[in-house]
């Protein structure tokens, strides 16, 4: 077996605690870059410039997009369906009041009374 030589090597208390911190301190964290935020203004000005680069249809990123979401937060689910059906339904009842004044005037010229069942088939 081999003999090696072992030397310490120790510090004075002092001149260690000098010269080694010693003391425990979390590294602060690093401030993260500030982010800009885009004003609506801003936005719209944006919006304005890229209009026609935007495509029209597609899930994300395009103008359908933008409907669908928009309407959905204002609250129109399905901005053109009910109202559509709103219209339709006036448009039956008016076309039922022309075609009922149309017989009147039809039958105070003619003195012919006109059938009901022409307006009930309607």
């Known amino acids: 077996m081999a003999n090696y030589p072992l030397n310490k090597i120790s ?13 425990f301190a979390q590294q602060p964290l690093p401030t993260p870059p500030a982010t800009k935020t885009t004003s609506v203004e801003e936005f719209f000005t944006l ?9 029209v249809d597609g899930d994300t990123n ?14 129109l689910d ?16 008016l076309r039922q009041d022309l075609l009922t004044a149309n017989q009147t005037i039809l039958t105070l010229q003619t003195n012919i009374p006109i059938s009901s069942s022409v307006s009930s088939s309607m």
Do not use: C, M, W
């Open 11 to 23: 510090f004075n208390k002092d001149a260690y605690e000098r010269t080694i911190d010693t003391s």
């Open 47 to 55: 919006y304005n410039a890229l209009f026609y680069d935007i495509p």
């Open 62 to 75: 395009s103008h359908t997009y933008l409907y669908r979401t928009s309407g959905e937060y204002a609250g």
């Open 78 to 93: 399905n901005p053109t369906g009910q109202d559509v059906q709103v219209l339709l339904d006036e448009i039956t009842i």
